[in-house]
C-alpha cells in the first residue's frame, strides 16, 4: 500500500521561504511520477509542480514558476519542495500525489491534472503572513 506523508509545514513570514518534503512508502519509488497540488480556502485543488517524467522536464504552475522548485532524493523515497519568496496567495495545504507509470503519449500534459495520480498525501498547511 502506497503511503505519502508530507512535513515542513508552517508559519512563514511573506518573502521567506519553507521546503515541504513528502517520505513515500510501499511503492518502488523509481516507478512513480510525482507532483505536489495545493488547495487554498475555499478554492479547488490546482497543480503546483511535477517532477518530470519518461523524458518530460519538470512543470510548474505559472503562479510559483521561478520561485517554487521540486525535487526528488531515489535513495530516500522522497520528493521535496523548496519555496522562496513565499507570497499571501500561496497559503494552502500542500499536497504530495503519486503517479505509477503514468502515460505521456500527451507530452504530459495529464500529468498536470489530479486524475492522473493515485496516491495523495495527507497534506500539510502553509501559511504565509504579511
Known amino acids: 500500500q502506497v503511503q505519502l506523508v508530507e512535513s515542513g509545514g508552517g508559519l512563514v513570514q511573506d518573502g521567506g521561504s519553507r521546503r515541504l518534503s513528502c517520505a513515500a512508502s510501499?511503492?518502488?519509488?523509481?516507478?512513480?511520477?510525482m507532483a505536489w497540488f495545493r488547495q487554498a480556502p475555499g478554492k479547488e485543488r490546482e497543480f503546483v509542480a511535477h517532477g518530470g517524467w519518461n523524458g518530460i522536464s519538470p512543470r510548474y504552475a505559472d503562479s510559483v514558476k521561478g520561485r517554487f522548485t521540486i525535487s526528488r532524493d531515489y535513495a530516500k523515497n522522497t520528493v521535496y519542495l523548496q519555496m522562496n519568496s513565499l507570497k499571501s496567495e500561496d497559503t494552502a495545504v500542500y499536497y504530495c500525489a503519486a503517479a505509477r507509470s503514468p502515460m505521456t503519449i500527451d507530452g504530459g500534459a495529464s500529468l498536470l491534472r489530479e486524475r492522473a495520480y493515485g496516491s495523495w498525501g495527507q497534506g500539510t498547511q502553509v501559511t504565509v503572513s504579511s
Open positions: 510501499g511503492l518502488t519509488f523509481r516507478l512513480y511520477a
